[in-house]
């Protein structure tokens, strides 16, 4: 489940375009002001490249897709390059596609009661500015041209120790994720193409259960 854990990661600090930061503003205001702009952005979808690297076997992949997500908690991402899996979230489960291995993983959508501060942000209940330690730092992979934040959480996460953001130095839209995790590995995501609340169907947050595939369901307790 490294994948769905990276996705949520991402989806702990995905904000969309802000207004122009003053230059004289600190990281804590940087925070500020992407939960601010944060909470107008109802939904938004574009591409995005994932890379991760490191972790326990020393891997690195590179994979690449779009993204849809609507506020509080729906999304779905699709995996295309170099081969398609999905992950989908009706708000109430998460469904977790391998096509190639023709298995579906179902499990519970993040909700209040998870400790995770990802799975909080997700749920639309968490906050940046008030539940990160923000700082400024180069975030390698991130381009040039971007300003880069590492996030701390504030309350110890099981699985990441800090997520980071690179956002445009004009619009402040965030184009750049990545996050940490404690077994030394590194996911990052580059966002292109986002358009933000521009109005999508219900059913890109539907998922049907394709015919021959094996499923699998975890409950709110295996999680």
Same mark, same amino acid.
């Given at each position: 489940?490294g994948?769905?854990?990276?996705? !949520?990661? +991402?989806m702990a600090?995905?904000?969309l375009a802000?207004?122009?930061l003053?230059q004289s503003?600190?990281?804590?205001? !940087?925070?500020?002001r992407v939960q601010a702009?944060?909470?107008?952005i109802?939904?938004? &979808?574009?591409?995005?490249?994932q890379?991760? &690297?490191g972790g326990? !076997?020393r891997?690195?992949?590179?994979?690449?897709?779009? !993204?849809a997500v609507? *506020?509080p908690?729906?999304?779905?991402?699709?995996?295309?390059r170099?081969?398609r899996k &999905?992950?989908?979230?009706?708000?109430?489960?998460v469904?977790?596609? #391998?096509?190639?291995d023709? *298995?579906v993983?179902?499990s519970?959508?993040p909700g209040?009661?998870?400790?995770?501060?990802p799975a909080l942000? #997700? +749920?639309?209940?968490?906050?940046?500015?008030?539940?990160f330690?923000?700082?400024?730092?180069?975030?390698p =992979?991130?381009a *040039?041209?971007?300003?880069?934040l590492?996030?701390?959480p504030?309350?110890?996460d099981?699985d990441y120790e800090?997520?980071?953001?690179?956002v445009?130095?004009?619009t402040l839209?965030?184009?750049y994720l990545v996050?940490?995790? @404690?077994q =030394?590995? @590194?996911? +990052?995501?580059s966002?292109?193409? #986002?358009k &933000?609340n521009e *109005?999508?169907a219900?059913?890109?947050f539907r998922?049907r259960?394709?015919?021959g595939?094996?499923?699998?369901?975890?409950?709110?307790?295996?999680?």
């Amino acid at each position: 489940m490294g994948g769905m854990r990276s996705l !949520l990661a +991402a989806m702990a600090v995905l904000a969309l375009a802000l207004p122009s930061l003053a230059q004289s503003d600190g990281a804590s205001g !940087l925070a500020e002001r992407v939960q601010a702009r944060y909470r107008t952005i109802r939904h938004f &979808e574009g591409s995005f490249v994932q890379t991760y &690297e490191g972790g326990v !076997l020393r891997t690195k992949t590179t994979e690449s897709g779009t !993204l849809a997500v609507r *506020q509080p908690g729906l999304f779905r991402f699709v995996y295309t390059r170099p081969e398609r899996k &999905e992950f989908v979230s009706d708000g109430t489960r998460v469904y977790t596609y #391998l096509v190639a291995d023709k *298995q579906v993983i179902v499990s519970p959508a993040p909700g209040p009661d998870d400790a995770t501060t990802p799975a909080l942000f #997700l +749920a639309g209940r968490a906050d940046i500015a008030r539940d990160f330690t923000a700082a400024f730092t180069d975030l390698p =992979g991130a381009a *040039q041209d971007l300003r880069t934040l590492k996030l701390v959480p504030r309350r110890p996460d099981p699985d990441y120790e800090w997520f980071g953001i690179g956002v445009d130095a004009r619009t402040l839209q965030i184009r750049y994720l990545v996050a940490a995790d @404690r077994q =030394g590995g @590194r996911s +990052a995501f580059s966002l292109s193409n #986002l358009k &933000e609340n521009e *109005q999508l169907a219900d059913n890109t947050f539907r998922f049907r259960i394709p015919r021959g595939v094996d499923v699998v369901t975890h409950d709110a307790r295996s999680r």
